[in-house]
């Protein structure tokens, strides 16, 4: 079909966003609403003493200035990190609070110590910024590795050392038993550095009571209304059925908008207590103190490997930054989530992987796109990448010496996943054709003549994908043969609206037109899981193919009547219904409007959960082109290029959008983003665009997509998932192309960001330097 399942047609939602016709949280208005404003720590560490708040409370429209105490009269209970982890011996790891507003101590800068309520915006602000709090600074811990050291001041009490919890996986013994037989053993140690999500849209909320019942209801931008209504309930002590969550239009997520965090829990205390709607929304420079960051590992990696470069074991020990507060998922991220994917695409008999979660005085980390397999993919990668050099067989050789072959398939690793499908050498090949690498050194030669030092690096990948549980989705239609979907998940600007459209064509033969999408409200969708991992449109679009096929059953006996046939001769096909062997049909819409005289309304409604089976795996390979200034450490992206297998493909051009926008992040990730702290105060010293640099246009190189796909055969709809795939493959094959650019200096690693100042340095302090000039 024109719109069907495999097309590329444009995003039916484009036309409505891009006229300033969206409606996002801070669109929102109810009557009579109220605004708020955080006061947050300067400090990074301090404990707290009196609280002044009678300036604030004087100023002309303020409703109330609240601290932790009014919460805690109300039994408002800490936000939950739902992670299930044991530590290496069996023990819990430890849990410390996360209130809503800070008790007793602050604990990184940002920390909300009191918020203010009040008539208008300008008057919450000016109130916050009279509030006097007493504070007791004290020493503070932001290095990730630097936490565990002794005598670094102590985040909690609870938790000496800093030590959130010690983790393992894998075979130990097997591992060490292959590293003492191995003909060479190699060594990194990588920084996987501190990244903000950076949204278009910030975080927003707006809490309300409903006035014909009384029930709270809050606006907010997520990732997914149903775990937040649960959370929101526990904390409040309210049943679910009387906390209304809603989520509009949501400008960018990359998992930042997963989770729970103290402003919305603020809002809705504020909004109960004062009787009418409380507002609130982040600033850009709020919003770098107060949102979740991502990523923040530093590792050590070991990969034996025998006499012909082939992988024997592999042992990776894990520094992971936590921050100050456990984050919903946060120990999660480093731990399950990334450590399974570090066999990568390849034949490792033996692996062990051990991470240690720290506290430090620096906001909460948890997922941020990828959420954990970009740390397992950028270490692997990278780590392999070395050993191809200092072995001589190069990065392309060394890699097909150990993938995982086709024929091998289903293959189980030594970490627990099976994966189904996948041809990872052959994207390798595909990968090397489409970056035209046998024309390299002609490049090359060309760039020196100029004065640059070009490179090319290459990575693979696969992540686990389409987890989270099941999903529901439910189809109605109308007696005009229009389709109201209500599913579960959640669009951040993904898409979601036209690949649900794709399939609802494909299964029913509906027009684009004819159907409303429908998410994000607890009281209109009964269930779901939100988005995160890739899953909406792999295990939602499976659950929406489901109810569509109930709909067709629904619908027969009402076809068979009208062509007075008998129920076993109906066929249905682009949304008609043909008596079998005949040209006498009747169309969804006929029959619908016959359903819907018969029934008084809605001609058919059908709900269907599908839980996927086990985890699908999206694969590829990147190809980076690279050149540097050595006079300046200034480098360019020249060339980019890509073969992806994210199985079935609902829509090309939804794919490959997500993918640039992927290697975008990614890109930003290897060259610019870092978050940086001062060790000494603690102060966020990139708390800005001034200073926290994001990709621009200028940045982004040429980039070529091939799909090389083999559908899955874990996914109804043959689907892998395609969200996070850029991010992940993108920072292990620029930072390997640098290596390459600079191998003539004797550089073999370089952390990310490299930065001009980064690489200028390393080119300086560089072995060749002398020769390579």
Not at 380 to 406: K, M, Q, S, W, Y
Not at 533 to 538: A, D, E, I, K, L
Not at 644 to 650: A, L, Q, R, S
């Amino acid at each position: 079909m024109k719109f069907g399942i495999g097309q590329a047609v444009p995003r039916t939602e484009d036309a409505r966003l891009l006229t300033g016709s969206g409606r996002y949280t801070d669109d929102v208005s109810l009557p009579g609403q109220s605004h708020a404003a955080f006061v947050r720590s300067p400090h990074a560490f301090a404990a707290i003493g009196a609280i002044d708040t009678a300036e604030a409370l004087a100023v002309p429209g303020v409703l109330a200035v609240y601290t932790v105490a009014d919460l805690d009269a109300e039994n408002v209970g800490p936000i939950p990190c739902n992670s299930d982890l044991k530590q290496r011996d069996g023990s819990p790891y430890v849990r410390t609070p996360r209130p809503a507003l800070a008790r007793g101590f602050v604990r990184h800068v940002g920390d909300p110590v009191a918020m203010v309520v009040a008539e208008t915006l300008d008057a919450a602000r000016d109130a916050a910024e009279l509030v006097m709090v007493d504070y007791d600074d004290r020493p503070s811990v932001t290095g990730t590795a630097e936490a565990l050291e002794p005598g670094r001041p102590l985040v909690w009490d609870e938790a000496p050392n800093n030590l959130c919890f010690d983790w393992e996986t894998g075979d130990e013994a097997a591992v060490e038993a292959a590293l003492s037989k191995a003909a060479r053993v190699v060594e990194l140690e990588i920084v996987n550095n501190r990244v903000v999500a950076s949204p278009m849209e910030g975080r927003a909320c707006l809490a309300g009571v409903e006035a014909d019942t009384g029930r709270l209801s809050i606006h907010v931008t997520s990732q997914g209304v149903h775990s937040l209504q649960k959370q929101f309930a526990e904390l409040l002590n309210e049943p679910k059925s009387r906390i209304r969550v809603l989520t509009t239009d949501v400008g960018g997520g990359f998992g930042m908008k997963l989770f729970n965090y103290p402003e919305y829990v603020a809002c809705l205390f504020a909004a109960r207590r004062l009787g009418r709607a409380v507002k609130w929304a982040a600033e850009r420079t709020e919003g770098f103190v107060s949102d979740d960051h991502g990523r923040d590992h530093v590792s050590k990696a070991r990969l034996a490997l025998d006499a012909d470069g082939r992988f024997l074991g592999l042992r990776v020990d894990t520094v992971a930054n936590l921050g100050a507060y456990l984050s919903n998922y946060g120990p999660f991220i480093p731990t399950d989530a990334g450590s399974a994917m570090l066999v990568g695409s390849y034949r490792t008999p033996a692996v062990h992987v051990r991470v240690k979660g720290v506290f430090t005085h620096t906001q909460p980390v948890d997922a941020y796109r990828g959420a954990g397999r970009p740390e397992a993919a950028y270490l692997l990668e990278r780590l392999i990448d070395h050993a191809g050099r200092v072995t001589g067989l190069g990065p392309a050789e060394i890699r097909r010496r150990n993938f995982i072959p086709g024929s091998a398939m289903p293959y189980a690793t030594p970490m627990g996943q099976v994966y189904d499908t996948g041809e990872f050498a052959q994207n390798l090949e595909d990968g090397l054709i489409l970056a035209d690498m046998a024309g390299l050194p002609a490049r090359k030669a060309e760039a020196r003549a100029r004065g640059k030092r070009r490179g090319a690096g290459l990575s693979t990948y696969i992540e686990a994908c389409s987890g989270g549980g099941p999903e529901q989705a439910t189809v109605q239609v109308g007696g005009d043969g229009k389709v109201v979907l209500l599913i579960g998940t959640q669009t951040n600007g993904q898409g979601h609206e036209t690949a649900y459209k794709q399939i609802l064509a494909d299964r029913l033969g509906v027009p684009p037109e004819d159907v409303e999408v429908v998410q994000g409200d607890t009281d209109r969708i009964s269930f779901g899981a939100g988005t995160g991992g890739s899953r909406s449109v792999p295990v939602g679009g499976s659950a929406l193919a489901e109810s569509a096929a109930k709909v067709v059953k629904t619908a027969i006996p009402v076809a068979a009547d009208l062509l007075e046939t008998a129920e076993v001769d109906i066929e249905f096909a682009e949304g008609r219904f043909t008596v079998a062997g005949t040209d006498r049909s009747v169309s969804l819409k006929e029959v619908a409007a016959k359903a819907a005289a018969a029934g008084g309304g809605i001609a058919f409604s059908e709900q269907a959960r599908w839980t996927p089976p086990a985890s699908t795996f999206p694969n590829g390979c990147h190809i980076a082109e690279v050149e540097v200034d050595p006079d300046t450490g200034h480098v360019e992206v020249v060339r980019y290029s890509v073969v992806d297998d994210f199985g079935t493909v609902v829509n090309p051009m939804l794919v490959i959008g997500q993918v640039h926008g992927g290697i975008a992040q990614g890109l930003g990730q290897a060259l610019q983003e870092r978050v940086v702290f001062d060790p000494d105060s603690g102060q966020l010293l990139t708390g800005s665009f001034m200073d926290y640099q994001l990709p621009r246009a200028e940045d982004m190189p040429p980039i070529e997509v091939k799909l090389n796909c083999v559908p899955s055969t874990t996914n109804l709809l043959g689907m892998k998932g395609a969200g996070e795939a850029g991010a992940i493959g993108a920072p292990p094959a620029i930072v390997n192309a640098l290596v390459d650019a600079l191998s003539e200096y004797g550089v073999e690693h370089i952390d990310m960001p490299a930065t001009p100042l980064a690489i200028w340095t390393a080119i300086q302090g560089a072995p060749s330097r002398a020769a390579a000039e």
